[in-house]
């Protein structure tokens, strides 16, 4: 069955995850729907904002007038990536704030998620876009993988600890970066962070599995939590120092092929910014501004509502172990 998704999968791939594929995508967008959109008075918190897409998606939502939180793991690139957002709005005084926070760290989160409600209080829209791919077995001291800690309870736990600042919102929307290589796993519900595959580790495909866990996430959340707008998205194939330190051979060879920042960023800023976000199911997947299957055809990567129940609940017992 692997041949077979991998197959499919890169054959769409190619077809649409492309630079290529945003362009033919592009042909038919509706721009009047958002061109002159405005985030004037809302609050949004970007997580992964140093570079990329995440970068991308902050200079755009500050120039749509947000108030922009930036959470970067290192301080000197953050605050070399806040200076850049600042200058895209040409407004020296643009409100743009920086957050060091380690996602791999579920204390550090807690602690800033904490925070940020007492000091802050509301939240308009969440973006969980802080991911990464470690290609080699890397277990901390709390025996956390290191691709399971960042792309899955990190995201897992910055958002239900915000959720107090979103339900203060009057459209509170959270937006989580997935990838198309989800496609290729099945979630396994009952063994999370992999740990009987380490023998034999792959992180192209541990990374692949965190993006499904995301997608399920995605849609449970918006099953328990009615009033918030969930959405879950695929940015294509894009150029990005992520993709080029963690798949430099893909890299190499696709380079000229890949999307922008701004092409993978485009569809996460039409969801923060789209007045017909209640005209799609709560929990959707997107991908170049349209609903996206989650599944490839006879691939048998479906689960039952109970494998997803299951895989909530062992997440939330491992987040509640890390509660200060």
Request: charged letters at 20%; proline letters at 4%; glycine letters at 6%.
């Amino acid at each position: 069955m692997s041949w077979y998704r991998n197959v499919v999968w890169f054959t769409k791939g190619l077809r649409e995850f492309t630079k290529g594929g945003f362009e033919v995508a592009s042909d038919y967008f509706d721009f009047q729907e958002v061109d002159a959109a405005r985030l004037d008075n809302r609050r949004v918190l970007v997580t992964g904002a140093n570079s990329g897409i995440g970068l991308a998606c902050c200079q755009t939502l500050a120039k749509r007038g947000a108030e922009v939180h930036m959470v970067c793991r290192n301080p000197e690139r953050g605050q070399e990536a806040r200076a850049t957002v600042i200058r895209a709005t040409g407004d020296p005084e643009a409100p743009v704030y920086l957050h060091q926070v380690d996602l791999s760290q579920p204390r550090n989160v807690f602690e800033f998620a904490r925070t940020f409600e007492a000091e802050l209080g509301k939240l308009d829209i969440l973006i969980n876009n802080a991911g990464c791919m470690v290609n080699e077995l890397t277990v901390d001291e709390n025996d956390l993988e290191a691709n399971f800690a960042t792309n899955v309870l990190g995201t897992y736990i910055i958002t239900e600890w915000l959720l107090p600042c979103l339900r203060k919102s009057s459209d509170p929307r959270v937006i989580v970066v997935s990838s198309g290589g989800m496609l290729l796993q099945r979630l396994n519900h009952s063994d999370p962070m992999l740990v009987q595959k380490r023998a034999h580790f792959d992180g192209a495909m541990v990374y692949a599995q965190n993006k499904r866990q995301q997608v399920v996430m995605t849609e449970m959340w918006a099953e328990k939590y009615v009033n918030i707008r969930f959405s879950c998205m695929h940015p294509g194939w894009a150029d990005t120092p992520g993709v080029a330190l963690s798949l430099p051979s893909f890299y190499h060879y696709m380079q000229n092929r890949l999307r922008t920042p701004d092409q993978g960023a485009d569809t996460v800023i039409w969801l923060a910014l789209t007045p017909n976000i209640k005209s799609y199911p709560n929990g959707s997947f997107f991908q170049d501004r349209k609903l996206a299957n989650t599944h490839l055809p006879l691939a048998r990567t479906h689960s039952s509502k109970e494998e997803k129940l299951h895989f909530m609940l062992l997440l939330a017992q491992l987040a509640e172990s890390f509660v200060c």
